[in-house]
């Protein structure tokens, strides 16, 4: 027997789950403080099927959904903990503004750049960095079924300003998709998108499927709910309806990918989680697989392995491993660029070519998504081998650069060119600063 009532925990309610009873007190202590900073949320499935109780806290599903003391600096972490302790509510609030500042909250500048325009009015939910692809974020999907530790998005899951730049409606996004025929694919993200029932999320992707969209080839939607509620695609009252909605895309003559974002294989080996998979298959829909590489969670070659090998198997198509970003816990799950590169060379060598479509590791930096293709010695340099995968200008595309090794750099901003270049070929034609960069779309 599975769960198949969707209880979603936060930091109150979860000292009501059965499993609270599990958790001793430092960590119990480290779930109130951290959540006071950094969004928190579980759910029944994840509590009952993907966490090792008996492995916590290193469990990796575990570390994924519950705040850990050490996500916040030592000084932090005693300064909220006494607020909390004093009842001071103004005294924390103004502490945790403080801290969440400190802690990046908008890596992307994404509330200013590519935020496109349909006759010099800007339309709220998208953005369009590459030619071929338009993310959209539609306003009703950007919270999700439970909160990975290491999101980038956290801002909005605490009530910053972020979710004022969802969509209401289809209609901007249609708008501008009608006057840009170059765009091929729709990635629909959040959050995620799969919270959404289906007949909110059959009025945001049933536009596209009519004329005028011809050019619209793909339709994807970025979506943890593999992992974390593999329930919306089998038992879920509207899960049937779901999949007719798939029908009806694959009918349309449109490619529909879910982009399934999986961190560990622990997340695929449930029988319902295999069965979602299969039913979304079985619509003619393609299932991709991507997730960063993250420190406690997945920083280890087998897990990759597993995770592909068992995709593979089921008909899902490992896509990309990233490289973590550079906002919230980021010291918690950072590795360096050089163990990432290892990781994932070491789980890719050691799997099928079947398995061997996925691309890694790569970082979504301003200039583009920039994979790390190993670190050869030239003419007695060592030099990290990088190439953009996509980039601002699609002429940079696939030709290999070189930065100076450097075996403690965990992002692209730390890298400088090899061999006494002072700049990277495409330095002159950024616009903007690097620094500034958007988010990796991973759910
Ligand atoms: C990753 C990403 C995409 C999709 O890129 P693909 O390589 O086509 O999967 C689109 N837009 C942005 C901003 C991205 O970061
Ligand atoms: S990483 Fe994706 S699934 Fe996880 S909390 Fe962030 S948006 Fe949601």
């Not at 298959?281 to 920083?299: E, K, Y």
């Not at 061999?419 to 330095?427: S, V, Y």
Request: charged share 25%; hydrophobic share 40%.
């Amino acid at each position: 027997m599975t769960v198949d009532t969707f209880t979603p925990y936060n930091v109150k309610t979860i000292q009501k789950a059965p499993q609270w009873a599990r958790i001793p007190e430092d960590l119990r202590e480290a779930t109130r403080v951290v959540s006071q900073v950094l969004p928190f949320r579980t759910n029944s499935y994840v509590l009952e099927e993907l966490i090792d109780w008996n492995n916590i806290p290193d469990d990796p599903i575990f570390r994924l959904n519950f705040p850990h003391r050490t996500m916040l600096e030592e000084n932090d972490y005693a300064a909220v903990r006494d607020a909390v302790a004093d009842g001071d509510r103004t005294g924390t609030h103004l502490l945790v503004r403080k801290i969440r500042e400190r802690m990046n909250p908008h890596p992307a500048g994404q509330q200013t750049h590519n935020v496109p325009e349909v006759d010099g009015a800007e339309v709220p939910g998208i953005q369009h960095k590459y030619t071929e692809t338009v993310l959209f974020f539609p306003k009703q999907g950007q919270t999700c079924h439970a909160y990975c530790t290491f999101c980038f998005r956290w801002p909005q899951f605490v009530g910053d300003d972020e979710l004022a730049f969802a969509a209401k409606d289809a209609e901007g996004l249609t708008s501008y998709l009608a006057q840009h025929t170059e765009v091929t694919d729709v990635l629909i993200t959040g959050g995620d998108p799969m919270i959404m029932r289906t007949n909110t999320l059959a009025r945001y992707i049933e536009p596209l499927l009519g004329p005028g969209f011809e050019h619209i080839r793909n339709i994807r939607i970025g979506t943890k709910s593999l992992a974390y509620w593999p329930q919306r695609f089998v038992t879920d009252r509207d899960a049937d309806e779901l999949l007719r909605l798939f029908d009806r895309v694959i009918a349309a003559g449109k490619h529909l990918a879910v982009m399934g974002h999986y961190n560990h294989p622990a997340e695929i080996r449930p029988e319902i989680a295999q069965t979602a998979l299969k039913r979304i298959l079985a619509t003619g829909a393609n299932v991709r697989m991507q997730s960063p590489v993250l420190r406690h969670i997945n920083d280890d070659p087998a897990a990759w392995s597993e995770l592909w090998t068992t995709g593979v198997r089921l008909g899902a198509i490992p896509y990309y491993m990233f490289v973590e970003r550079d906002t919230g816990a980021r010291h918690y799950f950072e590795i360096p660029l050089v163990r990432a590169y290892e990781i994932f060379r070491d789980a890719y060598r050691s799997v099928s070519g079947l398995a061997r479509t996925v691309r890694g590791p790569s970082m979504s930096a301003h200039a583009g998504k920039v994979l790390i293709d190993g670190t050869p010695t030239i003419n007695g340099e060592k030099v990290f081998a990088l190439q953009f995968l996509q980039g601002r200008d699609d002429d940079w595309v696939r030709r290999p650069f070189y930065a100076a090794y450097d075996p403690t750099a965990t992002w692209f901003d730390q890298l400088t060119p090899a061999f006494g270049e002072k700049k990277f070929f495409f330095a002159d034609h950024l616009a903007i600063p690097q620094g500034a960069e958007l988010p990796a779309v991973v759910s």
